[in-house]
């Protein structure tokens, strides 16, 4: 399974960008989908999730500006980001945690990354 991530670029503080995650097959038995990112010089952190119920979780910095969906149909999973600032700069990742046949054991699908820049 490949992961595509896209929709990065750069933007001044206060614009909005969408990234997309496409799947080259469908993904079964999904435990979570998610978005990490990395800043220079920093550990990758998880920005937002959203678990195999639907439920949704999101780091601190990010609640109330990004949003997280799925598109189970297109195989897509899509980061909307709003009001963005600065210190969101960072390679950002796709991640998709789905288990195996039995059911106990993971794996995890990572895209290539894109990159976000937003200026001030």
């Known amino acids: 399974v490949q992961l595509q991530a896209s929709g990065g670029g750069s933007v001044q503080a206060g614009g909005s960008l969408r990234l997309s995650c496409a799947a080259s097959?469908?993904?079964?038995?999904?435990?979570?989908m998610n978005w990490y990112r990395q800043s220079p010089g920093k550990q990758r952190e998880l920005a937002a999730g959203?678990?195999?119920?639907?439920?949704?979780n999101y780091a601190d910095a990010v609640k109330g500006r990004f949003t997280i969906s799925r598109d189970s149909a297109k195989n897509t999973m899509y980061l909307e980001m709003n009001n963005l600032k600065p210190e969101d700069t960072a390679v950002y990742y796709c991640?998709?945690?789905?288990?195996?046949?039995?059911?106990?054991?993971?794996?995890?699908?990572w895209g290539q990354g894109t990159q976000v820049t937003v200026s001030s």
């Open positions: 991640n998709v945690n789905a288990y195996r046949h039995d059911w106990t054991t993971r794996d995890d699908y």
């Open positions: 097959e469908r993904i079964l038995r999904i435990n979570a």
């Open positions: 959203v678990g195999r119920g639907g439920s949704t």
